[in-house]
């Protein structure tokens, strides 16, 4: 029996895989691929974390971690300017501390 994956998994999957029986079959991405995957693999981690039960919220959280990591790194990005960037934008625009919910915005004239 065959089940079809194709994304992009955590380094270890492969040998755990392999531990339980059975054979990954895999391939490396190259630069540009590996990119858009970590791209769809952020987007699919963001709604597991959305879908997570309280239990599982942290374990889904830190996936979301890894992957936003890891897109850091293939973009040459230094972690420490990402949390800079961030930090920036919490003084500019604030958190999201206050639970403020945008219904809409009147404009004027």
Do not use: N
């Not at 625009?93 to 919910?101: L, P, S, T």
């Amino acid at each position: 029996m065959q089940i079809s994956y194709g994304k992009l998994v955590r380094d270890r999957i492969p040998e755990i895989i392999q531990a339980e029986g059975h054979k990954a079959v895999t391939r490396v991405l190259d630069e540009e691929s590996y990119r858009t995957a970590l791209l769809e693999k952020l987007a699919e981690e963001a709604h597991e974390a959305r879908q997570a039960p309280v239990g599982q919220l942290a374990a889904e959280l830190a996936d979301v971690l890894e992957v936003l990591r890891a897109i850091a790194q293939a973009h040459g990005l230094p972690w420490d300017d990402i949390l800079a960037v961030a930090a920036l934008k919490r003084t500019e625009c604030g958190a999201f501390q206050d639970r403020i919910f945008l219904e809409y915005v009147e404009q004027s004239g």
